[in-house]
């Protein structure tokens, strides 16, 4: 499992338009272990960003393990679009100005992903848009 800058930047500003899974390997059954997807949403016919071979034991694990890939984006994205020196900066965030975090994958949102994941073993981040609105 492996992630290009410009995928990081596309989840991180695109905090409404994500899908996120947990998803037990095939033909295990219960002894299967679980892997993740992330994808764009529906909009986006749920293009794939990121995935893994299944690693983790249980569903909290793998839940875990898109918490911290979240975070490590969520933390290089905000350096990377406040570096005004940045080319792909200028671009996305003129004047390397703070990064306005509601309009990107923020914290509180990485929270609601995670109890999401750990209670139906995926989130979309477009309902809980639709939902706030």
Known sequence: MGITRLTALEIFTNPNDLRLSVVREEGK????????????????????LLSSQPFAATVDEAARDIGEILEFIRQNATKDLERPDDGLAQFLNPGGQPVDQSRVLNEELIDRILIELRAHRFAD?????????
């Open 29 to 48: 059954g219960e002894s299967g272990k679980y892997a993740i997807l992330i994808t764009r949403g529906p909009g986006h016919s749920f293009k794939l």
């Open 125 to 133: 981040t477009c309902q809980m848009a639709a939902a706030r609105h």
